[in-house]
């Protein structure tokens, strides 16, 4: 009996997939891979359903001989352990990201004298309307809010981008590329108080009110089903920032990270160049307390972020501050740097850890910008956030725009550097 290997990525069986299994029974005996939650997420959207659900709803596939467990997003390891004559697929992966996957199957079944079987891939009406309502309940709240803390438990590093519009938030959503063997893409965003405040022309000093502040979150969860983690400059004082809990958690934001800062707040790349204060320990702590003591689910979390580094207190004053914040209730550490290498912040993690191996902790390396997630992971940052870059990208493209349009006295030049009409009409989607 000839072997043929299909792998499912799914938390919905439909027509389609049945069809793909009877079409593998005609080959041989049909094997179906469970790709894990951490190999989903890197190129599809996040699993409504849990793996070992997933895994009961194909074993009862009629004509599923057995089910394994596939951990990488590339057959590979597969291949090699099972030896299939057949990799049975739906023919829907020969656009778009999934190529990619077509690609590996093919060359590993040419390498081992096995055979690439594609099959018409068919949804129903019913399956796509499916699959849409799956989809969209990744919006909404009680399931968006979540997800930070479900991605921490399976992701090696949980890779977040700014985003501070409906625009950008497609960018953060639909972005997916392929790397060495491997497929990427953000896993959440972040709603940074320098971009959200720049795009509005506004300095980044708190002058954008919370509710502005609010519209944009609005705004990019409209268009998006990834997790939110909200820049809440210093959370302002204890009596507003209790209210501003309960107004992200409503919205389903997953985590706000409020910095240990007082008065009139700057932004943090500006170091001890410009006059800032640091608030004492006991206030901020309080300002935990408060927050963790007002959010109404398990759900939500209140990330503190030590500003010692960048503010030239020390390192001790750093893990002192940190202990003193995981004390107070805080469900996770940033640790902000504004060097030009990542050592400060590997020497946080290293003693950090020492005590404490539990707690997420965050970097933000925007002046360390060498450092590789790998690196960072070993030193056990739990989110790392890309936390400006969109922003300082679209920048210069519309500035370099604007003045060739001056300069030219008409369209021409700077079209050549532009995207499509076509494409800009087709890049949203319609309901
Ligand atoms: C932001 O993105 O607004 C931040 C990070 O707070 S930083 O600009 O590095 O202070
Ligand atoms: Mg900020």
Redesign the pocket.
Known sequence: MKTVYTCFCTDIIHEGHLNIIHRGMEYGEVVAGILTDEATIRFNRFPAVSFEERVAMVEAIEGVSRVIVQKEVTYDKVVQQLRPDYIIHGDNWKEGPLRFLRENAKKLMEETGGELIEVPYTRSREAIHKERVQREKLAMPEYRRKRLRQLLKICPIVKSL?VHSGITGLIAEKTIVETENNLEQFDAMWI????DSTVKGKP?IELVDMTSRFKTIDEVMEVTTKPIIF?GDTGGFIEHFVYSVRTLERMGVSAVIIEDKTGLKK???FGTEVEQTQDDIAHFCEKIRAGKGTQLTDDFMIIARVESLILEQGMEDALKRASAYVEAGTDGIMI?SRKENPAEIFEFCRKFRRRDCHTPLVA?P?SYHQVFEKELMEYGINIVIY??QLTRSAFPAMERTAKDLLKYHRALEADAKLMPIRQIITLIDEL
């Open positions: 700014e940074s108080s320098l971009c980044d820049d932004n943090s790349l902000h933000v925007t936390a400006n």
